[in-house]
């Protein structure tokens, strides 16, 4: 059964939003595409494909393929799926109960590399500012020298990143 459709967004003009109430821990979508060794990844990367994740030391996954409908899935600070990889594949999931309606959202782990290129309009108040892997929240502040954040946002985020981060590699 499709948990999902594609619609509008808010966030990035489309996004993935549950057609049915979704419990935790649901896979949800396949993100599909081909498999690919990690030399083939650097050349397709260099072209600038945006749908390219990791899978695992060995191999990515380039979803750049129209069949991958979690490749409308969209970045969110406070997400409510994450990425779940087996040996073959990954697989987006729920990590909290999601109602009929919403937006499906995940984290895509950027690391901080040129991380203010990649704002973020995910809404979510916590929301960092960026496309950031949680755990390099933290750095912000020293990212940023000439636009350090109030120790109000500074304990949000410290108070963010001090929970504790899930297992998963990063999604790119
Ligand atoms: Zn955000």
Same mark, same amino acid.
């Given at each position: 059964?499709?948990?999902?459709?594609?619609?509008?967004?808010?966030?990035?003009?489309?996004?993935?939003?549950?057609?049915?109430?979704?419990?935790?821990?649901?896979?949800?979508?396949?993100?599909?595409?081909?498999?690919?060794?990690?030399?083939? +990844?650097?050349?397709?990367?260099?072209?600038?494909?945006?749908?390219?994740?990791?899978?695992?030391?060995?191999?990515?996954?380039?979803?750049?393929?129209?069949?991958?409908?979690?490749?409308?899935?969209?970045? +969110?600070?406070?997400?409510?799926?994450?990425?779940?990889?087996?040996?073959?594949?990954?697989?987006?999931?729920?990590?909290?109960?999601?109602?009929?309606?919403?937006?499906? +959202? !995940?984290?895509?782990?950027?690391?901080?590399?040129?991380?203010?290129?990649?704002?973020?309009?995910?809404?979510?108040?916590?929301?960092?500012?960026?496309?950031?892997?949680?755990?390099?929240?933290?750095?912000?502040?020293?990212?940023?020298?000439?636009?350090?954040? +109030?120790?109000?946002?500074?304990?949000?985020?410290?108070?963010? !990143?001090?929970?504790?981060?899930?297992?998963?590699?990063?999604?790119?």
């Amino acid at each position: 059964m499709t948990l999902v459709r594609v619609g509008t967004s808010p966030i990035d003009r489309q996004g993935l939003f549950a057609v049915t109430d979704i419990p935790p821990g649901t896979r949800v979508v396949e993100y599909r595409g081909e498999k690919i060794s990690k030399g083939e +990844s650097a050349r397709r990367l260099a072209q600038y494909n945006a749908y390219i994740v990791y899978l695992n030391e060995q191999y990515d996954i380039d979803g750049e393929t129209l069949a991958n409908t979690a490749r409308y899935l969209n970045h +969110s600070c406070d997400p409510n799926c994450t990425v779940e990889y087996t040996t073959e594949t990954i697989w987006i999931v729920a990590l909290k109960h999601i109602r009929a309606g919403a937006e499906l +959202s !995940c984290n895509y782990g950027f690391d901080a590399r040129e991380y203010d290129k990649f704002p973020c309009r995910c809404g979510a108040t916590i929301c960092c500012g960026y496309i950031l892997g949680r755990e390099y929240w933290g750095l912000l502040p020293a990212l940023s020298p000439e636009a350090p954040p +109030s120790a109000e946002e500074a304990s949000t985020c410290l108070e963010a !990143c001090s929970t504790s981060l899930p297992p998963y590699g990063a999604i790119y």
